[in-house]
């Protein structure tokens, strides 16, 4: 199960500061893992207000299932996460497991079910002994602390090599305000959603209205912009929790000029979480970014960039470090939106490849070579038809995918 | 570029017929490959008519372009196919090399242009030097034989490690008519459509009207119903041509009952050749078979069915011998159709391993993990919501296919 740790791992791990009103255990279970935390609880006072964006699969887990429900009410005093095993696919023992769950949950927090949300990330089809949690939750909500926010960001991995968090404070009326986000992904992640889990706290006094739509419009240049395989969880779940104890105004309307400013910030948050999902996709070296321009309009321009960042011969040659524009041309032409091969423009990086349907003039192997050993790559792709533009992310497709994946439940 | 021979390819190939109307010819042109032959020239008495289906990319090849507005002539007198160079997204150097190939053939073989077929397949993108057939091509002509039909499918091969035949002899009204297939295509393989080339000969006597219709009927359940990478080529051709020479009445209209006869004996050639490109995709060690059955409807069950077999996730656990359903259920519920997960079983084999949205009570790991270590592999995934039901033939994703796409340009 120990994979190398991913070369696209950053260096070091940001501090991330205590948000008042929120506390966190993590501990061990055994569900699946041996010495590691599997599961976490985070504990949240007392008006806070929770939005969440979940995966469309038509088989999600029941995990998702309790969370959807329990969403509209947009009140939150506890969140437990854990890790080994997804509980979905599991028919009516996942849905005890869950309501079990958040039994034990709701008694070490003294609060009510509806306020707890949950989350399982590991194997499908596996039945979740929750009785498991029973001791260990309760223990766990004897040693709640505001920091070091890197133990949640542990306890949710599963075949991801780093641990991944984000952090951002704005200046809001003067004051400090923070978002704290941690993340786990690494296979199983395309449209919509690709997480496939991520938690994301801040301190603002915001309405679970708008930090539901805040949430809804920054999900799609973040996680939904992202694929690793093309594959879509049954589990995927971002959810945001406002703790509301910065000292500003409440922020309860859109039209408020400073959702603007708060919104920025948690979008900075949920696209670096995404980004490092997508660096630590299974077996990645490179990180691809795919532009498509000039498209007939915005939701075709991604379409044209999903179906090139989904493709397995797109992605196995950009691990060969190999410049073949002919599989971008090949993507483009199998997506089914409106392109002109003649009016194609093909740019790696600033290397202009193709132009007008055909090689350039200028294409220089040399130059295009040396610039695809590089670990951040940017492929653009104009189409000259009109005005739409999208970016899709992605990494390669190695060797590493298949030794993860060829032998990940045994 | 020599990659071992697929374990799946067949012991011995067989030894066609030679069918009254057709000569052939094969040579080394150089475009790509060394000392092996890279172009198939086929010549057609008067007489002979044509029918074809082409890929649907946006993106299409000019020898695919040269097709499409020669097909509705149905007229055809001769083939090149050439092997190395796609001659795809190649600009008006690719339509005048499309023009010139057709007029040395044309001449070669004393017929116009417009009853030239042409097709190519290799790299996209680079210009294709069809000044190298001038002399080939006239000197192929003075070679023409009926037979052995292995060389033609030996010419056309890329990344393709076994040559692909296929015949049938049929009796119509007392006489045997026969149908000789051969194909190409190991990767870039994706309805619609997934050949990548294909071409098909038979004495049958057949309006080109009624050969198309039959063409475009059985390309749903053979080269439509099959993917290994989710790729769709620039390049996908199928084309059949009938001589007439056999001696029995002509089948001019698809309310002849040996219309039946006929498109069934065509449709066996072609499922063959389909599941060839299947046993021979890039790093492929197993077929797979994946039914859909009890969708809403036949389409739907198709999509679902293609979900699961073009899903990275299931084919490398395929490839690892091991009965993930949990990931067949992830695939069913990212295709975006309906489907009910309390509703899914899921057999592999006769082996029941999930119903009614949970692992099966009856689970037997030992005995399903013995039924995966097999060559040929059925997945059955049943809805329970109506009569819809749909095939879909790939393979397993491995270290093979990485290695192969890795490093194919180069």
């Given at each position: ?5 991913s070369p696209l791992a950053p260096k070091s791990y940001p501090d991330l500061p205590a948000i008042e009103g929120v506390r ?387």
């Open positions: 199960m120990a994979h190398p740790v966190f255990a993590t501990a061990e279970a055994g569900i699946k893992y041996k010495n590691r935390t599997d599961v976490l609880l985070m504990a949240f006072e007392e008006g806070t207000v929770a939005a969440g964006v979940l995966t469309r699969s038509k088989c999600s887990s029941a995990a998702v299932d309790w969370c959807r429900a329990h969403l509209p009410g947009g009140k939150a005093r506890g969140l437990v996460v854990n890790s080994g095993n997804a509980n979905a696919f599991t028919g009516v023992k996942g849905r005890e497991s869950v309501e079990l769950t958040a039994d034990y949950a709701a008694r070490a927090l003294g609060c009510s079910t509806a306020e707890i949300f949950l989350a399982s990330t590991g194997v499908i089809g596996e039945p979740l002994p929750a009785e498991k949690f029973a001791g260990v939750l309760d223990q766990a909500a004897t040693r709640l602390a505001p920091t070091p926010w890197i133990e949640p960001a542990k306890a949710i991995m599963t075949t991801d090599t780093y641990p991944k968090l984000s952090g951002a404070v704005v200046e809001i009326d003067g004051i400090e305000v923070k978002i704290n986000g941690i993340a786990k992904g690494s296979g199983m992640i395309a449209p919509d959603m690709a997480t496939m889990l991520s938690f994301v706290v801040t301190d603002m006094p915001v309405s679970a209205e708008v930090l539901q739509a805040l949430l809804a419009r920054h999900v799609q240049t973040s996680f939904n912009a992202i694929t690793v395989d093309s594959d879509t969880s049954t589990s995927d779940t971002l959810l945001a929790f406002a703790t509301g104890k910065a000292a500003v105004e409440p922020l309860t309307t859109l039209d408020d000029p400073r959702a603007e400013v708060f919104g920025a910030a948690l979008s900075d948050v949920l696209f670096e979480l995404a980004i490092h999902v997508v660096r630590d996709g299974e077996g990645a070296t490179k990180q691809v970014s795919v532009h498509v321009e000039g498209a007939v309009s915005d939701a075709s321009a991604f379409r044209i960039a999903k179906s090139i960042a989904d493709s397995p011969l797109v992605k196995t040659a950009i691990a060969g470090e190999d410049a073949n524009w002919g599989r971008v041309v090949m993507a483009v032409g199998k997506a089914g939106e409106p392109a002109d091969r003649d009016k194609l423009a093909i740019r790696f990086g600033d290397l202009l490849v193709a132009r007008n349907g055909e090689r350039a003039a200028g294409y220089d192997e040399a130059a295009t070579s040396a610039y695809m050993k590089g670990e951040e790559l940017e492929l653009t792709v104009s189409l000259g038809l009109g005005d739409g533009r999208a970016t899709v992310y992605t990494c390669d497709l190695t060797h590493g995918y298949i030794t993860i994946n060829g032998d990940y439940r045994s």
